[in-house]
């Protein structure tokens, strides 16, 4: 007998934990479908496998009023009709049947109607109520339907066993739900503290490049006898404080939103080669000198943004190496995924600088937003690819992308 209701609260223990991962991976605890299908599951095999074949002697009721207090009046009629379908079949119509109807159906309506209110409750006094019904239930059972072959001490035991069953259970469905509950929030918080950032400081960055732009105007607008050339230097120097704000609003949009508008496919040996001429002027200039090796493979992405992408990593590379030094660009096919090594010989980074990269506003550069590298990490995730670095203060850093291939070779 122990053995039986042991193995029946193994089975609502189990249906618990799996509405909880549900919960975990979609973020909805309140789920009817799921309370459905875990306690209409959980009932049947209460019934089914429990040793005795007595229809008293298991925790069915457990899962019963659980799933009506937590779905409502909709899921308490859906099992009350399954337990009337799965008495039928292992018992057929007997004697108890009626009983059986009247205790179960009035169980379940008083559940599902007490279910909204349920919800507003502390967790002692769900709990206080869960422990009600589960001592109301098991002694209208045994007055209504007693099997005289169990004696008083097995009647006692299966009278207190459900009570304790049911404090277990609630305790541990509302410590869950709690969990869940919890996290939901933090998350939320997190996201919310990271949109006041970011708008802080893009905000502050933008006003930097519009402030002097503003100053180079007016100089000109009220210096009546300045020099066309100094004109002419103030208007340039204003456009390029302006394509600087621009950059900056450009770069916190893809981060906002690094979903491409449509999908292409892209050769990564043609494309990086391209990135390879277009930063090879700004890497000459500060004396660094690039090597490439570059396979020829397809890639599921968007254009425009795989060139911002890898513009800013080798970009970030090469001021990285302030007194020259080498950019590496290297290409390999590895499980149906391309791997792209990025190495410089430049400063390097320490431990602790390594963990922040990719946070909001942190740089290693001394004017950097640090939204180059959200940006980076935003586009490789939508490309369904990882990104790992590694780095050594003062020998260099790598960075190591994994894409999947899209065309096989």
């Given at each position: 007998m122990l053995y039986g209701l042991l193995l029946n609260l193994l089975f609502i223990l189990v249906g618990i934990f799996l509405q909880h991962l549900w919960a975990e991976k979609t973020g909805n605890d309140h789920s009817k479908i799921v309370i459905t299908v875990v306690t209409a599951v959980t009932i049947i095999l209460c019934i089914l496998l429990q040793l005795d074949h007595s229809f008293i002697q298991d925790l069915k009721f457990?899962?019963?009023?659980i799933g009506s207090l937590y779905g409502g009046i909709f899921v308490s009629i859906l099992l009350f009709i399954i337990m009337l379908l799965v008495y039928l079949f292992v018992y057929g119509l007997t004697s108890t049947f009626i009983p059986f109807f009247l205790i179960f159906g009035s169980v379940g309506l008083a559940c599902g109607l007490l279910s909204p209110r349920f919800f507003k409750w502390t967790m002692t006094k769900k709990l206080q109520a869960m422990v009600a019904f589960a001592c109301l239930v098991p002694l209208f059972m045994f007055f209504f339907m007693n099997d005289h072959q169990i004696d008083s001490y097995h009647t006692v035991f299966l009278l207190i066993t459900p009570v304790i069953a049911m404090i277990i259970v609630g305790y541990i469905m509302e410590a869950m739900r709690e969990t869940v509950s919890l996290r939901q929030q933090i998350i939320k918080a997190e996201k919310s503290e990271v949109v006041s950032q970011l708008a802080a400081s893009v905000s502050h960055e933008v006003r930097n490049p519009l402030t002097v732009t503003k100053g180079f105007l007016q100089l000109v607008l009220e210096s009546e006898d300045l020099p066309l050339e100094k004109r002419k230097e103030y208007i340039r120097l204003a456009l390029e404080e302006l394509d600087t704000a621009s950059n900056i609003i450009n770069d916190y949009l893809t981060f906002a939103k690094p979903a491409p508008a449509y999908w292409e496919l892209l050769d990564i040996g043609i494309h990086l080669k391209h990135i390879e001429d277009i930063i090879s002027t700004y890497a000459h200039m500060n004396s660094v000198r690039i090597e490439s090796e570059?396979?020829?493979c397809v890639i599921q992405g968007n254009k425009q943004q795989f060139h911002q992408c890898f513009l800013n990593i080798t970009k970030n590379c090469i001021e990285a190496m302030p007194d020259?030094?080498?950019l590496t660009i290297y290409t390999s096919i590895f499980q149906k995924h391309v791997l792209i090594q990025i190495s410089d010989t430049g400063i390097g980074m320490t431990k602790e600088q390594l963990n922040r990269?990719?946070?909001?506003?942190?740089?290693?550069?001394?004017?950097?937003?640090?939204?180059g590298m959200m940006v980076v990490y935003s586009i490789i995730k939508a490309?369904?690819?990882?990104?790992a670095i590694s780095s050594n203060l003062g020998q260099g850093t790598t960075f190591t992308i994994r894409i999947p291939i899209a065309v096989p070779r």
């Open positions: 457990i899962p019963f009023i570059l396979v020829s020259g030094g080498v990269i990719g946070e909001p506003y942190f740089s290693t550069k001394e004017k950097g937003t640090g939204l490309m369904k690819g990882t990104i």
